[in-house]
């Protein structure tokens, strides 16, 4: 499945993530989307590096897994990641927890 949006509505949100790729670290999803993230991390990455992304998220195991996320900003020790590939069964666990996020 790919995604092209990744500046849908997000909400606040922490767990850990870990990536590989152009850069490889761990950190702290701070917001989500249907189409990206914001982390937290101490790694050095740079915009349009690709990463493969590892996404804890509370009740949900294994991680989800982003197979494709690209850096689109990154500033002091956060960065933004869009999501453009992920298997099907991955973003179904991504919208679960951001409804779970959304319910009243």
């Known amino acids: 499945m790919k ?6 509505e997000r909400l ?18 701070r917001n989500l989307s249907i189409g990206g993230c914001k982390i937290e991390s101490d790694v050095f990455v740079d915009d349009d590096m690709l990463l493969v ?8 195991q294994p991680p989800v897994l982003i197979d494709v996320a690209a850096v689109r900003w990154a500033a002091s020790r956060f960065f933004g990641v869009q999501f453009l590939t992920l298997q099907e069964g991955e973003q179904i666990r991504i919208n679960r927890h951001l409804e779970t996020l959304s319910a009243p």
């Open 3 to 8: 995604l092209d949006d990744s500046r849908r």
């Open 12 to 29: 606040d949100v922490q767990f850990p993530v870990s990536f590989t790729g152009d850069a490889k670290g761990t950190g702290t999803a």
């Open 53 to 60: 992304l590892r996404l804890s998220i509370p009740n949900e």
